[in-house]
């Protein structure tokens, strides 16, 4: 038995749950479009191209289990959308470059929502997201950096 | 009767010889120093939360990081014999090296600042400051270098490693910061890769 005040703290934690994961998921949407971007405008056949398409496929899968947490909990996934708006043109390598460390940004912030949530499973899940997010950004971008998914806010001057 | 307890009071110090006075003093002294150290006279203080031991942790482990950093970049520093003399790739990796030393310092500083230490305690031990003039000579050649860029990466991959598994019972923020640090420290391990081999 649970009492009702117990309930609603159950549902809030759900809820909670399933809104990081949706957000996550959104990410994830957004990544997979956006790499159909970057790979269309980086030199054909190269090595960034090939990598671009490996961290396509990536997101794509994280996408779909992402997609099978949120049914798991009762939640119903939100689709992706039609289109997305992009930051600025792309229309050359370097630009494709940038957006793909954009996006890695992104997913990683997104997936230190999870990281926040208490459940021990999925806060390690979250974690390691945004490791191999930081991993993939720092491979675009050439350099590493200090916080990755952290908004400069949260830090402590 | 206050009054004249007190008044009978005076009399008996005055009355007290010299001798009486400074033995009762001495016997005193105990009480009074036992009073001064407080709880410790009592028992040893309950052992902080396993949060906060576990951000003294990590927050002992950045200083090591951070120490490491600094002997390795003396071991990378590239030729002083001419300014000419040093190759690209000795250049890069003391770069690479130095760029990665600064977000490790960024990493320490975000850790200490979480970590609320109660009026009083005794200070965590900092390592000491490296001076320029000790340790150990630069590497010599191409083999040196990666050896010293080989044990940073290895080192790098497990410091994310533990932090990862040191999340469970953080708060939110701080299993954050974690995540984030965890994160950061798996992009040095390429990055140092990449300059290892002359990227």
Redesign the interface.
Known sequence: MTSASGQAGQATGSQQTITALQNALAAEQAASYGYGVVGARLPQGSAAQGTAGADWVTHMRARDELTAMISARGGQPAPAAVAYQLPGPVKTAADATALAALLEDRV?QAY?EI????E?GL??F???Q??A???R???WRG????????PAS???S | MADGSAAADCVMTARLSRRALLTASAAALPLFVTGCKGIQALGTPPPPPADVRTLQAAISAEEAMVARYASALRLLTPAQSSPYSAVGSEIAAYASAG??H??HV??LA?LR??LVEPPGAKPAAHPPPLSPSSGPSPVAGTSGRDAVLGELAVAEQAA?DRL?GD??GLP??L??????????E???V??LQAAGRGR
């Open positions: 990683a230190l990281v926040a949530l208490p021990s806060r390690n979250g974690a390691r945004v490791r997010a930081a991993v950004a720092a491979a350099s590493t950096q200090a916080f990755p998914g952290l949260s830090l402590r | 760029a990665v600064a977000e960024a990493h975000q600042s979480r994310s990862i999340l469970d939110s923020s299993a954050q910061l974690f995540a984030s640090i965890a994160a950061s798996a992009t040095h390429e990055f």
